[in-house]
């Protein structure tokens, strides 16, 4: 099952494992499927996405990396290269709490739902 996951840049739900796994594996449950995405993330192979109002995604990278979400579709994608890292400490020296992370989702339309 990692192997979807981590064979994947598309962030599946947990629905979404569980119709390529049923593939392999038709007596496999959804309750399964979960247990198992949850474990990867708690033993670090895995992050869980919250985005938007939709149910959570997975991402099989575990490198530090922001996303893009489309507003129309629900696509999500990664975004290379550039990370807001310093942006972030200007904005945590705001504040008088000890940052320790931040979570960021651009928003917009993803080129087949921009027209
Ligand atoms: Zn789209
Ligand atoms: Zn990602």
Redesign the pocket.
Same mark, same amino acid.
């Given at each position: 099952m990692y192997d979807v996951l981590a064979g994947t840049?598309s /962030?599946p739900t947990a629905d979404d494992v569980f119709t390529s796994v049923r593939d392999d594996v038709p007596d496999i449950s959804l309750a399964t499927v979960y247990k198992a995405l949850e474990a990867f993330v708690s033993c670090g192979v895995a992050?869980k996405?919250a985005l938007g109002s939709g149910p959570a995604r997975y +991402?099989g990278?575990t490198d530090d /990396?922001e /996303?893009i979400r489309c507003l129309s579709c629900g696509r999500?994608? +990664?975004i290379e290269g550039l990370r807001p890292v310093d942006w972030m400490e200007g904005i945590a020296a705001l504040t008088p709490f000890d940052v320790v992370g931040y979570r960021l989702e651009l928003q917009g339309y993803c080129p087949d739902c921009v027209h």
């Open positions: 840049t /962030h992050r996405l +991402d990278r /990396h /996303h999500v994608q +990664d």
